[in-house]
């Protein structure tokens, strides 16, 4: 059974048949002081630690040994539980990503937006500033985006010239 050092004090301590009143007076200490070390809201110093070692007629390597043993058991369950932090936070990253990733949605956007002239402007650059590096199509959202902003430039162009009839010849005939 693995024991702190404030059980291995009160368990040393009864084994002796002491009181904690009698620990404190042959230490020069008061009962609280031992009590608080019995209750493990402090430690003794090394000095006291030494004279409890000579009371109880153990040595200091007995008193803190169960401790040792509880030390190594609370690494190892510290380095298990970050383990599985790291673990939990990767599971919890990759739900999160997939659940918010809106890249298709945008992919699908941009292309549609590439067809339609005036909204089609608008589309593309809602969609290149919704775009966030953890869509799984980031960049392809942003090289689709472009291309639509271009087409639909173009395709302005080409109205605006129609409109105003740059470009055309007419031929007459002279009489």
């Given at each position: 059974m693995n024991k702190s050092l404030a059980n291995q004090l009160q368990y040393y301590r009864k084994l002796q048949g002491f009181s904690q009143n009698d620990v404190a007076n042959k230490l020069n200490l008061s009962r609280q002081s031992v009590s608080k070390w019995e209750n493990g809201h402090t430690y003794p110093d090394?000095?006291?630690?030494?004279?409890?070692?000579?009371?109880?007629?153990?040595?200091?390597?007995?008193?803190?040994?169960?401790?040792?043993?509880?030390?190594?058991?609370?690494?190892?369950?510290?380095?298990?539980i970050k383990e599985t932090k790291k673990k939990l936070k990767f599971i919890n990253k990759k739900i999160n990503t997939d659940i918010k990733d809106e890249s298709l949605f945008l992919l699908i956007l941009s292309g549609i937006s590439s067809f339609i002239f005036p909204l089609g402007l608008i589309l593309a650059v809602i969609s290149i500033l919704k775009n966030k590096k953890s869509n799984s199509y980031y960049i392809l959202v942003y090289v689709i985006s472009i291309f639509a902003i271009l087409l639909n430039l173009y395709d302005g162009y080409i109205h605006i010239a129609n409109y105003m009839n740059w470009g055309n010849t007419t031929i007459e005939q002279i009489k």
């Open positions: 090394f000095d006291n630690l030494l004279l409890l070692s000579e009371l109880y007629q153990v040595s200091v390597d007995e008193l803190l040994q169960e401790n040792k043993k509880l030390k190594k058991e609370i690494y190892k369950n510290n380095t298990e």
